[in-house]
């Protein structure tokens, strides 16, 4: 390797070993039939039974799924769910996870723009061709953490024009587009069995282990847990819906289920790492990864914490930054480190040429992780492109754009997008996604979309919305901006679904005639600060007032405001749990938030679970 080489921007992962998949997952039922696969609440199933149940399903489904179908699931984390998976693979087909409930009308765009061989789930949630059509039940489990009450696979014809999943595909993810229509990743068996391969030589994943199914089922770390398990001979622990939210839940099940290796989305993972580390756990890895982190590990945490980087287009993980347990690793950011095995990274100027150095640009991913593309020539053609000349070891790269920095140590420093495309909740989203889902209600003839900060150090959405003419328009007698949201939650994920609403007469422009949302964010910023907020009734009111106007960056927010509705989500949820319990010492659970009226009852569910309400009753 020359000098200048050395002093550009390209680094380049170790040689990566190729790995089965499914053939693994077959050696250790032969090797291990009697050892646990799968444990989902009370119920444990050993690699022996997990096989069969796969090999019941597959063949419910072998005269109606061909190799290369795909095969859409709406199931959450259940062992339904991973036998699922397991016979949708032994049948060569193409998994698409969708996540239990992904939005009545973004399913219904996946069911006409994809050609779906079948859609798996509760039939109640399917879209009206599927739910209507022709159903064959399937004996998936129905005991277990979290278990759907019917599982049938439903079949409706391929409307015209629908895509199919390239030759070669493994698997399929969705990701955020700019149409408003969800994009499909396809990832080849090739990419995944290497991801997996140094995914288990990172952790020394094996027979004795137990790996949490946690991550959302319709983002694609999900599969990463589940296939590594699988693939090693350890114990695959479906977690709780409590787990998913709450770190005091999160902690406690980590302890009595004997996890020892864990994935966590970042919005989660940092509550856990802002207070001391729990007792008593037997984990001993801990990956991070769907968001920039924003605090490293303390020295008091006995687990080595991996910080990961990588976009669905790139098989999940790309780069990593692993962390020793016990050792002082500064307070700033961590970094999103150095390649996996068999990636090229290359931080590119705007003509496509490595920056020195030190010098940020876009972040290029190239080699073996990288997944087929999308189910859109057309879009794959855009993203996907010819290797820069002297970059070796790839013929093709992913413009991933993200902003990076790679140091002179060559380990990359994450700084944030270059285009409009945020991070939610560890989710990336297109704004323009968010508007045409507003766009598409009769009474909306624009939206747009805005990334503001939170004080929780993320982002927060919100929607500025310009009413149709006619039928007296929103905010007139007609229906207010948060009347709109049942609807656009039926097109996005929960993410997505912006913070606050607000309606406008016009939008400003900036001096080249496009829409200036910093100046949008500028008014709204007046608005909420615009007039005192109603104040609580009680010191516990006040704190929880205090606590949710931080957290959802709402500084109007009154004693009768609804949580949910004031944009606040299962994450803020937790956020506010965690909060809760440093102020009080209570612990509370997410759905007991969630359900209350208003923040007055939030207020007094606190009063009810103090210890000093305990020793007064």
Request: aromatic residues 4%; glycine residues 12%; proline residues 9%.
């Amino acid at each position: 390797m020359t000098n200048n080489q050395v002093d550009s921007s390209v680094a380049y992962g170790r040689p990566h070993q190729d790995g089965a998949v499914l053939g693994l997952f077959t050696d250790w039922v032969r090797r291990t039939p009697d050892a646990p696969a799968l444990v989902d609440g009370a119920r444990t199933w050993s690699y022996a039974e997990l096989d069969r149940l796969a090999d019941a399903l597959a063949d419910s489904l072998r005269d109606r799924v061909r190799p290369g179908d795909l095969v859409g699931v709406c199931l959450d984390h259940s062992a339904g769910l991973v036998a699922v998976t397991l016979a949708v693979a032994r049948l060569g087909a193409v998994h698409l996870p969708l996540g239990p409930r992904p939005g009545e009308r973004r399913l219904q765009a996946v069911a006409r723009n994809l050609r779906l061989a079948c859609l798996v789930g509760d039939p109640a949630l399917l879209p009206p061709a599927h739910a209507g059509g022709e159903h064959l039940p399937l004996s998936a489990p129905l005991a277990g953490a979290v278990a759907d009450p019917t599982v049938v696979a439903a079949f409706a014809p391929a409307p015209a024009g629908a895509v199919g999943a390239p030759a070669g595909t493994h698997y399929a993810v969705l990701t955020s587009g700019s149409t408003g229509t969800p994009k499909a990743v396809a990832v080849g068996e090739p990419s995944l069995g290497s991801l997996l391969h140094w995914y288990r030589e990172l952790t020394g994943l094996g027979p004795g282990d137990r790996h949490s199914l946690l991550i959302g089922v319709a983002f694609d770390p999900h599969v990463k847990e589940l296939w590594a398990t699988l693939t090693s001979g350890a114990a695959l622990v479906v977690a709780p819906e409590a787990v998913r939210w709450d770190r005091g839940a999160l902690t406690d099940w980590w302890r009595s289920a004997g996890i020892t290796v864990s994935v966590l989305p970042t919005p989660l993972a940092e509550p856990v790492l802002d207070r001391p580390w729990p007792t008593g756990l037997a984990l001993r890895h801990l990956g991070i990864g769907g968001d920039r982190l924003r605090r490293a590990p303390g020295p008091d945490v006995t687990a080595t914490v991996h910080n990961m980087y990588g976009p669905a287009e790139a098989t999940v993980v790309t780069t990593t930054h692993t962390m020793a347990p016990g050792a002082d690793h500064g307070t700033g950011a961590p970094p999103i480190g150095r390649p996996v095995p068999g990636a090229v990274l290359l931080v590119a100027d705007g003509a496509g040429r490595p920056v020195p150095r030190g010098h940020s640009g876009e972040l290029w991913i190239g080699g073996r992780c990288l997944s087929l593309g999308y189910l859109d020539e057309e879009l794959t053609a855009r993203r996907f492109v010819p290797a820069p000349d002297g970059v070796e070891g790839a013929d093709r790269v992913y413009r991933t754009g993200d902003r990076v920095l790679m140091r002179p140590d060559g380990v990359l420093e994450f700084l944030g997008r270059l285009d409009d495309q945020v991070k939610v909740s560890g989710v990336r989203i297109e704004p323009a996604e968010v508007e045409a889902a507003f766009e598409r209600d009769a009474r909306v003839r624009r939206a747009v979309v805005a990334a503001r900060p939170d004080r929780a150090g993320g982002v927060q959405l919100v929607a500025f919305v310009q009413p149709a003419p006619g039928d007296g328009g929103l905010g007139t007698g007609g229906p207010t901006g948060a009347e709109l949201l049942p609807e656009v939650r039926a097109w996005l994920p929960e993410q997505a679904v912006p913070a606050v609403v607000r309606v406008v007469d016009a939008f400003p422009l900036d001096a080249n005639g496009k829409v200036d949302r910093a100046a949008l964010l500028a008014a709204e910023e007046e608005t909420r600060g615009a007039g005192a907020a109603e104040e609580g009734a009680t010191p516990t009111e006040r704190t929880v007032l205090r606590l949710c106007r931080e957290l959802l960056g709402r500084p109007d927010l009154g004693p009768l405001d609804n949580f949910l509705d004031a944009g606040g989500n299962s994450l803020a949820a937790a956020r506010l749990l965690a909060a809760l319990e440093e102020e009080y010492e209570v612990r509370l659970r997410a759905p007991q938030v969630l359900r209350q009226p208003d923040l007055r009852g939030v207020g007094r569910l606190v009063e009810e679970k103090r210890p000093s309400a305990v020793a007064a009753s």
